[in-house]
């Protein structure tokens, strides 16, 4: 079995995949375009919204993109990242003993379920830029899979969300559907 069809695999049994697709180069270069038109200021939310993990993920062997639950846990750290040019003003926090500490600091705004923003650094971000950057993050999963190196993920934006989701014959109205990146090396073509 090949590399990629070892992790195609493993990816299917992981608790809240769906689906997997293996990325061509045609969709590897149209997620590149999608991703990048995101890089400019959002007019509703007033920053710069930014997929700094992208290039990451892109930049591996193979990259398959997944379908996803709710089902699916959580990230291992926060995807989202909202900083000024350099300090992090908020970010997304899943862990509920970190949320609940959080919770009663007095520094922190806690926005929905999981997003906090940092008083302090708010105050010295005033009047400066903000951006708001997906990041990429570990894929524990695959971590263990034999032959496998330099594993990451990453969230994609909402246009590139309902492009992949067509092109795999995914249902990109499915609103309790995600979609992740996973890029990764094979380790003998590394070593």
């Given at each position: 079995m090949s590399i990629l069809d070892s992790a195609t695999k493993r990816l299917k049994d992981t608790p809240g995949v769906v689906a997997c697709k293996t990325l061509t180069s045609e969709d590897r270069n149209l997620?590149?375009?999608?991703?990048?038109k995101t890089a400019v200021?959002?007019?509703?939310?007033?920053?710069?919204?930014?997929?700094?993990g992208i290039a990451e993920v892109l930049?591996?062997?193979?990259?398959?993109?997944?379908?996803?639950?709710?089902?699916?846990?959580?990230?291992?750290?926060?995807?989202?990242v909202i900083r000024d040019d350099t300090?992090?003003?908020?970010?997304?926090?899943?862990?509920?003993?970190?949320?609940?500490?959080?919770?009663?600091?007095?520094?922190a705004i806690l926005l929905g379920k999981?997003?906090?923003?940092?008083?302090?650094?708010?105050s010295r971000a005033r009047g400066k830029a903000?951006?708001?950057?997906y990041r990429a993050l570990?894929?524990?999963e695959l971590d263990t899979l034999e032959g496998l190196t330099d594993v990451v993920s990453v969230t994609v934006g909402p246009?590139?969300?309902?492009?992949?989701?067509?092109?795999?014959?995914?249902?990109?109205?499915?609103?309790?559907?995600?979609t992740v990146l996973i890029g990764f090396n094979e380790r003998d073509r590394r070593d």
């Open positions: 997620v590149l375009r999608l991703e990048s200021p959002d007019r509703t939310l007033g920053m710069l919204i930014l997929n700094e930049a591996r062997d193979y990259v398959i993109v997944i379908a996803h639950s709710r089902e699916l846990r959580h990230p291992p750290g926060p995807i989202v300090n992090i003003v908020g970010e997304e926090i899943w862990q509920p003993d970190q949320l609940t500490k959080l919770s009663h600091d007095p520094n999981s997003l906090v923003l940092y008083r302090d650094t708010m903000l951006t708001l950057s570990p894929f524990p246009l590139t969300h309902i492009r992949l989701s067509q092109s795999a014959g995914w249902d990109f109205n499915d609103s309790n559907l995600g």
